[in-house]
């Protein structure tokens, strides 16, 4: 039993967080990457505290109510493995807040970097049509939204669940107008549409990174993660029909994670252009509707 009267300040409390983080073992990758923000995130939320708060304000001093509040959140983090985002209900991404749970993956796909960057250079006008194929919470089509104001947006998910989710953020960010939340298998919804912007994180973990994934996992739905032995069976199938759904000048884009070496063993022919990122992150191609259009044939 830790003695915790102690702490008085909020930064006592992130520090106290940040130790028992480290001495747990506790996994960080869904949102953040390390322990310090991972506690700071926490405590802040237990006290009803924006992130932008600012850091002068960890000097602040606590209610004993506020630090049972918040030990009990921190320890909830180590105890049960669920991830921040989970705890709180809500994740940032591309620079802005969504509903989140435990029916949808916890945002935290590098394709923000992409959006923030508005596609360039690859994109050659903005777009006017976009889906967002595997949309979960729905954070890439809405990002994409805020990106491009003239742009109607697709979220198009397998998951009832996940489009319940997408919903509520569809209603969060006020963007009902021109924003929707659609049920697809695939393209399957799709029947006849053609977009200038196909963005997707699909499910691609492989069958040995499932069986090595942090504890922290097991709380995401497995059907946002999972996706066959290679974890390619839903992206074969996105490539085979991406060109019958891209507008003449359109892009594909789509993140592959970890999988990115089954795609190159796959299809060494396809000249895939991987993205690079500036603030880390891996595994996202590229492929003009050109190219999708040049080696359909061969998906």
């Known amino acids: 039993m830790f003695e915790t009267a102690a702490l008085s300040t909020i930064r006592d409390l992130v520090r106290w967080g940040v130790s028992r983080f480290h001495q747990a073992g506790v996994y960080f990758g869904h949102g953040t990457d390390n322990a310090w923000d991972e506690s700071r995130l926490l405590v802040l939320d237990a006290l009803y505290l924006p992130w932008e708060t600012p850091l002068e304000y960890l ?121 929707e939340a659609r049920w697809s298998d695939g393209f399957s919804g799709m029947a006849g549409e053609r977009f200038d912007l196909i963005v997707s994180n699909p499910p691609y973990v492989d069958a040995e990174d499932m069986r090595d994934l942090p504890d922290e996992y097991l709380h995401e739905p497995e059907i946002g993660l999972a996706c066959g032995e290679d974890g390619l069976d839903l992206v074969r199938r996105m490539l085979a029909e991406a060109a019958d759904h891209l507008t003449e000048d359109g892009l594909l884009v789509i993140e592959v994670g970890n999988s990115m070496v089954h795609v190159m063993a796959e299809w060494p022919e396809v000249d895939f252009e991987w993205v690079k990122f500036e603030h880390g992150g891996h595994g996202v191609f590229v492929l003009s509707a050109e190219q999708c259009r040049r080696y359909q044939d061969l998906f």
């Not at 009832?160 to 924003?179: C, K, P, T």
Request: glycine share 6%; proline share 4%; hydrophobic share 45%.
């Open 59 to 179: 000097n602040c001093h606590v209610t004993d109510d506020e630090r049972d509040a918040v030990l009990t959140l921190l320890q909830r983090r180590i105890d049960e493995r669920i991830p921040a985002a989970y705890l709180t209900g809500h994740a940032r991404f591309a620079g802005f807040d969504f509903i989140v749970d435990e029916r949808v993956l916890v945002p935290r796909s590098p394709i923000a970097e992409l959006i923030a960057n508005r596609f360039e250079p690859w994109l050659e006008r903005d777009p006017l049509t976009i889906l967002d194929l595997c949309t979960g919470s729905g954070c890439i089509g809405i990002a994409c939204a805020h990106a491009f104001t003239e742009a109607e947006v697709v979220l198009a998910d397998l998951s009832g669940d996940a489009l319940a989710v997408a919903e509520l953020n569809i209603e969060a960010h006020d963007l009902g107008d021109r924003v």
